[in-house]
Nanobody, 120 residues
C-alpha cells in the first residue's frame, strides 16, 4: 500500500498562489491515479481534480484554468498548483491514490489533509 502526506497549505490573500504537495511512500506514485479533493467547514468533500497514470488530467469546473495538477514520479510526488485563489477556495485539501475502475476513478488511500485559507 501507499502512504500519502500533503503539505504546502497556509494563509494567502485573494489572488495569491499556493502549491500543494502530495508525497508518497511505500510504493511508487506512478502506480496510481492521484486525485485532489477539498472540504470546507460545514460542506461535503468535493472533487478538485485528478491526474491519471498516463498523465491525463480532469478538473472541477470551479478550478479549471486556475489550478494545475502535475506529477514528478522521480520525487514520488504530485503537486497541485493553485493560482488566482479566492475565499471560496478555503478548505482542507486532501490527496488520494487509486485507479480507474468500472468507468470511474476510485480511491483507496488518503492523506491527512492540509489547510488552505484565502483571506479577502
Amino acid at each position: 500500500q501507499v502512504q500519502l502526506v500533503e503539505s504546502g497549505g497556509g494563509l494567502v490573500q485573494t489572488g495569491g498562489s499556493l502549491r500543494l504537495s502530495c508525497a508518497a511512500s511505500g510504493r511508487s506514485i506512478s502506480s496510481y491515479a492521484i486525485g485532489w479533493f477539498r472540504q470546507a467547514p460545514g460542506k461535503e468533500r468535493e472533487f478538485v481534480g485528478v491526474i491519471g497514470r498516463s498523465g491525463s488530467r480532469t478538473y472541477a469546473d470551479s478550478v479549471k484554468g486556475r489550478f494545475t495538477i502535475s506529477r514528478d514520479n522521480a520525487q514520488n510526488t504530485v503537486y497541485l498548483q493553485m493560482n488566482s485563489l479566492e475565499p471560496e477556495d478555503t478548505a482542507v485539501y486532501y490527496c488520494a491514490a487509486g485507479g480507474w475502475r468500472t468507468g470511474r476513478y476510485e480511491y483507496d488511500y488518503w492523506g491527512q489533509g492540509t489547510q488552505v485559507t484565502v483571506s479577502s
